[in-house]
């Protein structure tokens, strides 16, 4: 009699089982953003104020070194974190006191449409003892998981400094 009972619940138990496996919450996948330098803010040479603009009147260089992000899912949204390594070296001009190093951020959807914009400053301490610096820039911000989101990073360079770069560094 025991032996019916068990051919009884075997199916119950296997309909149990399978309907265990199907059930739930479906997994979302995501990709999280990935960051890219916009060409011709990779780099920014600053000068002094006044009129000079050969080597001499350089008060810093300054670069984009490395970019990444982390993400995680939370109901429908990216939680992105962008981290963001800038790289500064003082020049002969440079001055004391706190150098400020200009940079921004911009979330892209997929038809390449600016949908967050921010600027930030990297600030440093340069001088004659330590006249490099790197900052590692960890900012946070929220995108739809639906994808296709890009990041696009840069050093805001002046119309100036935009030109000299562009010249190949010569005057």
Do not use: W
């Not at 959807?109 to 330590?130: C, E, I």
């Not at 946070?140 to 994808?147: C, K, M, R, W």
């Amino acid at each position: 009699m025991t032996h019916g009972k068990v051919v009884v619940f075997a199916p119950a138990l296997l309909a149990l089982s399978l309907a265990a496996c199907g059930g739930g919450t479906p997994e979302v996948s995501y990709a999280c953003p990935q960051p890219f330098t916009v060409q011709d803010a990779e780099r920014l040479t600053h000068f002094k104020d006044g009129p000079g603009r050969d080597p001499r009147d350089i008060a810093y260089e300054a670069s984009i070194v490395g970019a990444a992000t982390n993400c995680s899912l939370s109901r429908n949204r990216l939680d992105v974190t962008l981290y963001l390594r800038v790289s500064v070296s003082a020049g002969p001009s440079a001055g004391a006191g706190r150098t400020s190093v200009p940079y921004f951020v911009r979330v892209l959807d997929s038809g390449n449409n600016v949908v967050q914009s921010q600027d930030f400053n990297a600030d440093f301490r340069l001088t004659s003892g330590n006249p490099r610096g790197s900052s590692q820039e960890e900012l946070t911000f929220v995108v739809p998981a639906d994808g296709g989101y890009r990041i696009a990073v840069g050093l805001r360079p002046t119309m100036e400094e935009l030109n000299y770069n562009r010249r190949g560094r010569q005057p």
